[in-house]
């Protein structure tokens, strides 16, 4: 519960004891009631003190509801800017975010990175429809959701190209996500007419030629780049 939320619950809190305290005053003290009841001033005095409750309490409502809305609002508006319309996972946007983290800054020796391109969505869009390629691309995105299980960032970086960057990164650990990769992908193709099809390359303690994340993942998406233009040129 944020500062705001706190502060408007205690006031709700309060006025509805004080309300409470004010009910049992008048409807059990009958010397009170009496008085309200039989003397007009004393009469007009409650309904204005009630009048003030009664705004105090619309006023706390709106509060909450408006607040709820902005929330709301903020929460979409965070989605449509920093999430991928198609997958709802990082967009272009966010990675670069992500990124400019690290701008400037030495390459931390934990940090791995993995670019994954679908090399078939060319083939998937004229044989099947572009609704088909959106769909495969959707796919391709929960498998990489699925195959990182909240262990990496991993984003849409444009078109057909994903990218997972891993802190606390170690061999074993890029090898498992590779394999559950290959596994989610075989899987998915064994149950599905429209095939998908990847290259990635991977990046991990390159020594001094790899300086920043930038050029850690610039060497990760040249690789598999380099294994998109081999298996075209086979």
């Known amino acids: ?3 705001f939320n706190l502060i408007k619950t205690i ?8 309300t409470i305290a004010i009910l049992l005053v008048v409807f059990l003290n009958q010397d009170v009631y009496s008085m309200i009841s039989s003397d007009p001033g004393v009469r007009v005095l409650a309904i204005f003190l009630w009048v003030i409750l009664g705004l105090s309490f619309a006023f706390l409502y709106y509060d909450f509801y408006s607040f709820t809305g902005i929330r709301r609002e903020n929460a979409e508006l965070d989605n449509a800017i920093y999430s991928d319309a198609l997958t709802g996972i990082a967009n272009r946007y966010s990675v670069d975010l992500y990124l400019g983290q690290f701008q400037n800054q030495p390459l931390p020796d934990d940090m ?12 998937i869009n004229k044989e099947h429809g572009h609704a088909a390629g959106d769909a495969a691309i959707q796919d ?12 990496c960032f991993i984003g849409r970086n444009g078109g057909n190209k994903f990218l997972a960057i891993f802190r606390d990164c170690s061999e074993q650990k890029l090898g498992q996500y590779i394999q559950k990769i290959r596994e989610l992908v075989d899987e998915h193709n064994r149950n599905s007419e429209v095939s998908l099809e990847y290259v990635l390359g991977s990046a991990f303690h390159e020594g001094e030629q790899v300086k920043t994340l930038t050029e850690l993942v610039a060497l ?3 690789r598999a780049a380099m294994k998109e233009t081999s298996a075209g040129a086979g």
């Open 1 to 3: 519960m944020n500062k």
């Open 11 to 18: 006031q709700l809190v309060v006025f509805i004891m004080i």
């Open 112 to 123: 791995g990175c993995v670019t994954i391109d679908m090399s078939n969505l060319v083939s």
């Open 140 to 151: 391709f995105s929960e498998i990489m959701r699925r195959a990182s299980s909240g262990t």
């Open 220 to 222: 990760s998406d040249r």
